[in-house]
């Protein structure tokens, strides 16, 4: 029987490019209101198992359910609404403005009033006097709260996160952590930063070679012994 608090379900997901399988096989279920972490070497499979979910990549195999709707064969504008990416890409357009570039992911959501919104986002990732500026002109660091401001545009009931640290000063992290625990909302962080993984998380996930190496709730899960049981599940130690 099917978990109804379940409001991701995936299941023997695989995706190979030619001979590899970036992805074997994948069993998971993430319930709403968690806050997943998902760790594992270069290549082991987790941005590609985020950009299954997130609809930018197309698995050879398998499932995906969003809040009960097939994720792959069903998916549409709505199940898009319902889903927040940030990753070290920023999604954004350089010829145009940084006002422009929110103005049209406002019109692919369907936003009402949605000036208004974009003004207050670029306020609160420090960036209201940047609304005119070419993204071009922009460096790293502000293009990533700029795609922090893209993400929180529609106010997504799920947020899949691929190492979104990445540029960021420490007041523009402690914007994205204020943002992450204002709603109860479903996370997937893919990080290399064990410690910051292990800080937020209430689900601790390894993924090694495509597959599932270790999936288990935090329950006070120390620092040295999560590293302990990453070298252990891992195939690069």
Do not use: C, W
Request: aromatic share 6%.
């Amino acid at each position: 029987m099917e978990d109804p608090s379940a409001i991701i379900r995936i299941k023997r997901l695989t995706k190979t490019y030619g001979r590899v399988r970036a992805l074997d096989r994948v069993d998971l279920e993430i319930h709403r209101g968690e806050f997943l972490t998902i760790v594992g070497p270069n290549g082991a499979g987790k941005s590609t198992l985020l950009g299954v979910i997130a609809g930018l990549i197309r698995p050879t195999r398998g499932e995906i359910k969003l809040d009960g709707v097939d994720a792959i064969q069903d998916r549409d504008d709505g199940l898009a609404r319902k889903i927040g990416v940030l990753s070290n890409r920023s999604y954004l357009y350089n010829d145009l403005t940084v006002f422009e570039n929110l103005t049209f992911y406002a019109t692919l959501y369907d936003l009402e009033g949605s000036e208004q919104t974009i003004r207050v986002l670029l306020d609160r990732v420090g960036m209201a006097d940047q609304a005119d500026s070419l993204m071009k002109t922009l460096s790293r660091g502000m293009k990533q709260r700029i795609a922090l401001a893209r993400t929180m545009l529609h106010d997504p009931p799920i947020l899949l996160l691929d190492e979104p640290y990445v540029g960021l000063d420490q007041d523009a992290v402690t914007m994205l952590q204020d943002f992450l625990s204002e709603k109860q909302r479903t996370i997937l962080l893919v990080t290399h930063n064990l410690n910051r993984g292990l800080e937020i998380a209430n689900r601790l996930v390894i993924i090694d070679r495509g597959r599932i190496a270790y999936n288990e709730p935090k329950n006070g899960l120390t620092l040295p012994a999560f590293d302990d049981i990453y070298r252990q599940r891992t195939t690069s130690f």
